[in-house]
Structures are given as C-alpha cells and as structure tokens.
C-alpha cells in the first residue's frame, strides 16, 4: 500500500521521491517489530540518500530482529502542498506509514540551514513541535550529526540529543527502551535511566539562566543524576565496527550514485577553522584490507560504478598507496572508476591520477582557504603558495586543464591584503599554465575559484571571534572578483544572507527556538536552498522574538563567558583552544598529530593516533 | 560492434513502483542489475566505456507496460533462461524480464526498427463506460482530430488522427489503441485521451488517467507490424 495516491504521486516531480522500493531497501514484517525508528534525513530524498551515515546506521539498527528503521525525507514543496491539502501524514518510505505511529523518530543534523525542516516535518507527521507538549503516545525525537554538539537551538524541540557516533549506544538504548515499554514505564522514567550514558544529552535536564546583556549566566542541570558535562562517544576499534555490506541504491539520480568506504574518522589536521577536524578527534583508521574487502562486497552488491574514498583528508591515510593500488588492481578492468575526494594538495600524488584517470577522467580540487600565507597561518592551513603551485604544474603536465580552488572570505585577522593573494593566487595557477609549451596545450585552462563565507563554529578555536556582517562578505567577494586579472579565471561566492544564518545558529543559544519557530511558521522551508531561502522572513522572525542576529554572529566573546555548549564535551579541551587561538593571532602554525602530540585532550577516549609510536 | 560480441534482444514489464522512474532511471536501473547479477556484459571501447546496451522507446513516466524492450552485448554466449533468471533475481521490484532471444546477425536494434505501439487507456472516474461506448467510434470517424501538441517551447496544433492506426473499445472504461511509435512518427496516447475528452466536452485531468503500453512494433517483410521480438532469433 502506498501512502499517497498514484493521481498525487504524478502531479509532483520526482515521484520516485516517496515510493520507496530501493534495491536493498529492508521489508520486514511490522507486526513481529518490537521497536519502530524513523531515520529522518530533514532535506530532500536526493540529498539524504546520499548521506553516508544514513546507510550506516539504517542497515545497523536493521540488523537487529526487534527493530525496523525506515526513512522519512523532507517532502519537496509541491509534495508538501499536496499532503497538506488532502490531509496525508508524513510517511516512512518502507511501511509507508505515518510516523507518529513510530516508537523513535530520529533527525540527523548535518548543517545549520535544515532546521525549519525539522519542525516541517513533525507538523507535517502531526507531532507536536515542542518536547514539552508531546504525550506518551507519541514518539521519541532523538538527534546526532555534527551540529548535534551545540544543539541548542532546537533544544527545545527535541528529546534526547545523541553525542557521537551511532555504533556506540544505539543498542543500549534500544535495549532499554524494549523493556522499559514492555514493563509500561514512563517516557520520563527512560529518559532518566539514559543519564546513565555518556553521550546522551537531554536538554529538559538542564535549565538554562542568562544575564541581562542576553549572555548566559549558568547552565544546571534539573535533575540529580544528570550529568554536569556531557562527553561524546566514539568508536575505538574501527576495523570490527560494524560497516554495511550492501547499501541503498536509489532508483532516482541521487547527489552521490556511488559506493562509499570510510577510510578513517577524525583527522589529524587541525585546520583552526574546521569543526569537523576537531568534533571527531581522534584520528582512528580502518586497517586496509577491511577496506578492500568492504569495497568489494558494496560493489557486488550494488551494481554502482564509482567507488568513493572517504574521510576528511583521504590522502592522510596511513595505508594510501596499498588501498589506492589495491582498489585499482581489482577494478581497471571492471569500469569501475575511484573517487577521490579530499585529497590534499601537498601530497598529491601525480603518479596516481594518472592511474586512475586511465579508468575514468575526475576532475581536480585544491582547497587552498586564503589567498596569503599569513592568513594560511593563521588558520594553520599547511601548504604554501609553491605547494599549491607546483600541484598543478604536475596536473598540467598530466593533462589535466581544469581546477578548481576554494576559498574563505572573511577569516579571523583577514585584510584586503589577503583578498587580493585569493586573486594573485588564481592568476598565477593560468600562468602555471601558460609555461607550457605551446604543443603542450591542446585545450584552454579554466579556474573556478569560490569562496564561502568563514562561519566560527563551536568547538574551535574561532569559537569565540566575531563574524563578517553579510555586507561586508558582499564587499568582500566583490573585491576579490574585481581583483582577478585573467579571464580564464570565474570566481564565485557563496550567498552571504544564508552564511550570516548559519552563523547565528551554529552558536546559538535555546533562545533562538522562538525565532526558528516562527520562520517555520511563516513558511521558510529548505534554507540552505537558494530558490528557496527567504531572509526577510528570517529577519521578521528574529524581529518579533525580539533578537538580534548581530548579537550571536557578529560579536566577540570572551574567554569567560559562558558558551552555550559548556557543557558538551568532544573530548578537545577549552584551554587548547584558547592556546591555538592565541597562536592563530601570531600567525603560528601547529603541526599535526602525526608529527607532534599537542596534547589537545582527545587522548581521554583511549585510542586512535594518540597511542601511535611517532 | 564488434564480431566477438553476441546480441540478445529483451522484452520487459514495468509496473508498480517503477512506473515512477523515468527512461533514464530505467536504464540506470538495467546497469546496475546486469553488474549485481555480474553479467558478462560488453562495453565500449573510448575514453569512457559504457554498457553496449540499448532501449527501444522511452515510457512516459507514470505509464506501466507488458511490452518494453531493449538489447545487449554480452562477450560470451549465455543461456537465454539462465540470464533472464539472474538479471530478475537483480532488478528492483516492478522491473521483469520475461523473455530474451539470442539475434540473428543482421538484425536492426529496437530503436530503429520500432514503428507502432499498442496502449491502453484506463478513463477515470469522470466519464461513464456508455459514453465512451456511444462517441468513441464517432471520434474516430471523424477526418482529422487537432490537438495542441506542446514541443519544447511552444503549442503546436497538430493532426494525431494520421498517428492512429486503430482504435478498439474494450469495455471497462479501458480503450484499447494502436499508434505510431518511434523516432519518425510518434504519438502519446495521452493526447488521444485528452482529444477524446475534448470531445465529450469532459475536463481532462491526466495525472487520474492510467496508461499502459501493451505492446511494441516493427514490420516485417511484408509490411505487416510483428512483436519486436518476434523472428528476431537465430
């Protein structure tokens, strides 16, 4: 049965959306199910499918008899009119029942601009919004992703907020839930046995007081067995943590069609700007023969002809060159083509490329950041102008006439200066190329530089520095466009209204909840949608909950003030931030964990590279 | 193409949920199950490779059919019941094979050699099966049917009764049609439905409508129209 009638399914575009039936989607019988979990990925089918820690967590809590995770997707919005008008319940894809009928209802959090989708769709599942209004009968709202860590913003609207990596307590507290619902204990009473966990983090527990200058005066927790800091978990052992071995195959074009192994979490970095680099320390590798096993069993399973590496800096893997040459062994026979992402400038391997282009052409990125050295300092980005350089010399030289550089606009301590090395940077990389020789150049070089605009995130150190106004990014992006001589070169920049937004929210405090709901309640859907973004809406929200964005976006704070994170812990220590802030004002670099233990903290979790012998 | 190749000719089904991916998500659908079935599937040679595997008519989307086709390269020969077994036991629900033939040399691919379709059309609930019973052989009659054909990016007024080869009321509120098909003449049975609501003066609502491709069509040597897997094999 389907949810949704077949006169409805044709009038929206890509019906395919919200029929399910995937190659190896999950049917199991709901009448044998203990507990019901809706995996909600709260952005269009497209964009969730292609999201790795969907298929991961959907086929682990599969894997077990007395669970069924199904997922639910944000309706488009011709889908969302057309629910609303003929009364239709959001829906699980696999079941295609309403979610309210749902014991869980879990919402993964991978950037900022989804949360009015999140309330979009508990209205759309009619489930009351706020926490405090839900009854017993309806289910549970869990969150996890990276903004997970500074939940706060929807603080309000959830119930349990899962700090870490999903293989760690998921059983637990399925486990527990089983039998708290079998005895008929209370929502309350499971929340309560869930203090037990680090990990968990339910913010009814803790009350939030602020001063009068809107800064936070305390974060206490309600509730004796609540912890004061809540601290993440993660994963030590990677090569026997639980990895799917089929994955979901979308019948539509999806972002990314194409098998996915994880080669490592964390990273060794320490990009100053970077939250991924500091939320998930720390590094923890998977042996490479898992991977080419991994590899091997996915792409048997699925059918997909692109192979994707993935971490957060793929060439930093120990066992690169084994795994690389492993995977092209196996597959340059098989039209199997490797994806790379992620792979960093100054250890770039030529040789490689080549290989693999011999399979499929892929194209070329540099993440370059800022236009000078001292502001790649800075941010303790360590590649220079020559690495960067000398990198697409070798491309160049291998055939390669396409590239594509990212940059930040508006970086701490930033001047025009640095604007115009982003400008002098890319003019030079189409010099670069012009010293070929002329037999050398079949076809013409093209740059496509872009910038974002640098949004300070909680849990690094730029934690505490104020961000460029969106006029001022505007001003910014406009010099740089200005500043580029070579036509070869097309510079673009990310939408400064909705980095301004993401700035507000990624610090922001349980006041905001207001301000989300009622741009949820005008209409702002799909945010981080350009089409879709409607920032005037946005401002009236923030205006008539009286708040201002100035105050969470644009203002420094201080070592003493309360962050409204305070008591989340990643592991990383508060004064190793302050240290590597402080080091990033003097422009000085520190090196990786690879090279040098900076005693940062994550060593608390008791593995990963903070036990290697160096 | 080269000798070492060996062509095989498939009829499909599609219905269900498939009835929502469209023709490329179709073919997406037949690579990645013809690669999970781990059939010996040839490919291009060039820069970059794809499947030797061809369709021979796109299906509308939200359009079932008994009666779709498509062709293949295999490197080595393979028994016709064994693949047909393998690649369903691969594809995702509301994709069937239900027949391949091993080609003849010599014989053209679905694409070009298809000319005529046969459609069903299931009318909502709007109008009743006596007035489709009463006017459709009127309809029909008439010399010229002029339809607003929509091209990319105008209205064009056309004559789809030259398209129509036969039309056969069932019963049912199910009209049974034959048109031209194919990459010279070419017609969406959709726009008979709504020509033939037009007609009856009836609002025409198509996403209410059903569609169904029977069959598709080639001539053979004297002109008459067979199966497109029919005679095909060695």
Same mark, same amino acid.
């Given at each position: ?24 989607? !999950? ?77 869980? !209802? ?21 489930? #009351? ?129 194409? !098998? ?43 059918? #997909? ?65 800022? /236009? ?18 000398? /990198? ?44 070929? $020789? ?16 640098? !949004? ?63 741009? &949820? ?7 981080? &949608? ?33 962050? $409204? ?19 990033? #004002? ?29 | ?46 820069? @970059? ?54 080609? =003849? ?79 010279? =003449? ?27 491709? @029977? ?20």
């Amino acid at each position: 049965m389907r949810a949704v009638s077949d006169e409805i399914l044709l009038s929206v575009d890509k019906p395919a959306r919200y029929v399910g039936g995937e190659v190896n989607m !999950v049917k199991k019988d709901v009448s044998n199910i203990d507990i019901r979990f809706a995996f909600c990925f709260p952005d269009v089918y497209e964009v969730g499918m292609s999201h790795l820690g969907l298929q991961i967590l959907y086929y682990f809590l599969n894997r077990r008899d007395d669970t069924y995770c199904e997922r639910a997707f944000a309706p488009w919005i011709d889908m969302e009119e057309k629910m609303r008008k003929n009364n239709i319940a959001l829906f699980s894809l696999e079941s295609q029942e309403p979610l309210k009928n749902f014991d869980f !209802v879990g919402f993964t959090l991978q950037y900022e601009l989804c949360y009015t989708n999140i309330l979009n769709m508990l209205d759309l599942s009619d489930i #009351h919004i706020y926490s405090k209004d839900r009854t017993e009968d309806e289910p549970i709202i869990i969150c996890g992703g990276s903004c997970a860590y500074n939940a706060e913003p929807i603080a309000d609207f959830v119930d349990i907020v899962y700090l870490g990596e999903g293989e760690v307590l998921y059983d637990d507290i399925l486990d527990i839930y089983k039998e708290y619902k079998k005895a008929g204990k209370s929502k309350e009473e499971f929340f309560v046995r869930l203090l037990d966990f680090d990990g968990i983090y339910i913010p009814k527990f803790y009350d939030v007081e602020y001063n009068t200058d809107g800064t936070i005066m305390s974060i206490t927790p309600n509730h004796p067995k609540a912890k004061n800091v809540i601290k993440k978990v993660i994963v030590n052992d990677m090569d026997s943590v639980f990895y799917p071995q089929k994955q979901l195959v979308p019948l539509i074009e999806v972002v990314h069609d194409r !098998v996915t192994i994880e080669l490592f979490r964390g990273c060794t970095r320490g990009c100053r700007f970077c939250q991924a680099g500091f939320i998930y320390r720390p590094v923890r590798e998977k042996n490479y023969k898992t991977l080419l096993s991994q590899a091997k069993e996915l792409l048997n399973t699925s059918g #997909h002809e692109e192979i994707s590496l993935i971490s957060l800096a793929t060439s930093d893997y120990t066992c690169f060159k084994e795994l690389a040459e492993g995977l092209i062994d196996e597959y340059k026979d098989k039209k199997v083509s490797i994806s790379l992402p992620s792979l960093r400038i100054d250890n770039f391997s030529l040789d490689l490329m080549q290989k693999i282009q011999e399979v499929r052409k892929s194209s070329l990125t540099f993440a370059a950041e800022a /236009g000078t050295q001292r502001l790649r300092d800075v941010i303790n980005k360590n590649i220079t102008d020559n690495d960067i350089l000398s /990198g697409c010399k070798l491309a160049f030289d291998g055939g390669w006439t396409k590239v594509k550089m990212y940059f930040m606009l508006g970086l701490p301590t930033e001047t025009y200066e640095d604007l115009e090395g982003i400008a002098d940077l890319c003019d030079r990389i189409v010099e670069k190329y012009f010293e070929l $020789p002329k037999e050398n150049r079949p076809k013409p070089v093209t740059v496509n530089a872009s910038a974002s605009c640098f !949004v300070p995130k909680p849990f690094t150190p730029f934690q505490w520095d104020k961000q460029d106004s969106y006029d001022s990014f505007t001003k910014k992006g406009l010099f740089v466009k200005d500043s580029i001589k070579r036509k070869q070169v097309r510079f673009t920049f990310h939408n400064t209204m909705m980095s301004s937004l993401e700035g507000v929210m990624a610090r922001g405090d349980r006041k905001l909840s207001k301000v989300i709901y009622n741009a &949820w309640f005008s209409g702002c859907r799909f945010d981080s &949608w350009t089409e879709l973004f409607k920032f005037d809406k946005w401002k009236m929200a923030f205006e008539n909950a009286g708040i201002s964005m100035e105050f969470y976006a644009n203002r420094e704070r201080s070592y003493s003030e309360i962050l $409204p994170w305070e008591h989340i812990s990643v592991g990383v220590s508060k004064e190793f931030f302050i240290e590597e802030r402080e080091k990033a #004002h003097k422009a000085a670099t520190t090196p990786n964990c690879r090279q040098k233990c900076s005693n940062c903290g994550a060593k608390c979790f008791g593995g990963g590279i903070c036990y290697d012998k160096r | 193409m080269t000798n070492d190749n060996i062509r095989y000719r498939f009829k499909f089904e599609k219905y269900g949920n498939a009835k929502f991916i469209g023709h490329l998500d179709v073919m997406r659908a037949f690579q990645r199950a013809f690669k999970r079935a781990d059939i010996n599937i040839s490919y291009s040679n060039g820069f @970059n490779p794809h499947q030797l595997v061809s369709f021979a008519l796109p299906l509308s989307l939200g359009y079932t059919s008994t009666g779709e086709y498509g062709d293949f390269q295999l490197y080595t020969e393979e028994n016709a019941d064994e693949l047909i077994k393998d690649i369903n036991s691969s594809l995702p629900e509301g994709l069937k094979i239900t027949r391949i033939v091993k080609l =003849r040399e010599g014989v053209k691919n679905t694409m070009s050699s298809v000319c005529a379709a046969s459609y069903n059309i299931y009318f909502d609930k709007t109008v009743s099966s006596y007035d489709i019973e009463n006017n459709i052989y009127d309809f029909f009659g008439k010399d010229d049917i002029f339809v607003d054909k929509k091209t990319k990016n105008s209205l064009k007024r056309t004559d789809i009764k030259l398209d129509i080869i036969n039309i056969e009321y069932t019963g049912e509120r199910v009209l049974k049609t034959l048109v031209n098909a194919g990459s010279v =003449r070419n017609l969406k049975p959709d726009l008979i439905a709504e020509a033939f609501m037009d007609f009856l003066d009836i609002d025409y609502n198509k996403y209410s409508f059903g569609f169904r491709r @029977n069959d598709m069509y080639m001539k053979d040597n004297n002109g008459g129209l067979v199966s497109l897997i029919d005679g095909v094999g060695e």
